[in-house]
């Protein structure tokens, strides 16, 4: 065999070792992405509510009712373990309210004044913690009543000024809490707010590609 030909053999023995790493570490990547992989959740958070409940005082304070569901995208098993929603008032002052309840808005509004509706309406607790089998989508079927952490300090619709919510969610993924949505009620959404009333506004996300679209709409 002369030099030019054992030339051509080392390449193409280089090269073969070469696809041969290479399909290597695609079956590994293969392996990890179908078998190991532990994707972030995905949420998906509507039809923002704040309900009119009874203080102290006399006056009502606002509690707030988010629909919530939770892709797992990921291949293992995904564990929500809490939510907690914190709302910011004008003054920056911060509000921690914690997820108590499932509840039918839409029974609370259709039940009107009668005196059972408050239990009517409850559609039990939020069961927490939970999983979400791989590649699937868990849906709250009623919105996710929260009330506050502290009764003594509770959003008061009086008060002039928006007030912002985030919605922070504690997952497997993470051993912090993680932002899953941020909505913002404006004074003029709440300010009617009164015992037992409720108010509700659009998702921001619904909303925030919708001004640009109208600006450049053509028929």
């Known amino acids: 065999m002369n030099d030019e030909n054992r030339r ?16 290597f570490i695609l079956s590994l990547a293969n392996f990890w992405f179908n078998f190991l992989r532990k994707a972030k959740p995905s949420f998906v958070c509507s039809r923002w509510t704040t309900i009119g409940v009874q203080h102290g005082d006399g006056f009502p304070r606002a509690a707030f009712a988010v629909k919530i569901s939770i892709t797992n995208n990921g ?40 005196a059972d ?34 009764k003594t300090t509770m959003i008061d619709p009086r008060v002039d000024g928006p007030v ?19 909505q913002q009620f404006n004074h003029e959404d709440i300010k009617d707010l009164k015992m037992g009333s409720v108010s509700s506004v659009l998702s921001d996300e619904s909303v925030r590609f919708r001004p640009e679209f109208i600006k450049n709409f053509k028929w």
């Open 164 to 182: 912002t919510l985030r919605l922070y969610a504690l997952t497997d993924r993470s051993s912090k809490y993680k932002l899953a949505s941020i």
């Open 8 to 23: 051509k053999m080392t390449t193409l023995q280089k090269l073969g070792i070469l696809v041969g790493v290479l399909a």
């Open 75 to 114: 291949v293992k098993p995904l564990t929500v373990k809490d939510f907690l929603l914190v709302a910011r008032d004008k003054n920056s002052t911060l509000f921690y309210y914690d997820p108590i309840l499932l509840f039918d808005v839409r029974q609370w509004i259709e039940e009107g004044n009668k």
């Open 117 to 150: 509706k408050v239990g009517r309406c409850q559609k039990g607790q939020v069961p927490l913690p939970f999983v979400v089998t791989p590649k699937t989508t868990f849906d709250f079927e009623h919105h996710v009543f929260f009330l506050p952490a502290d």
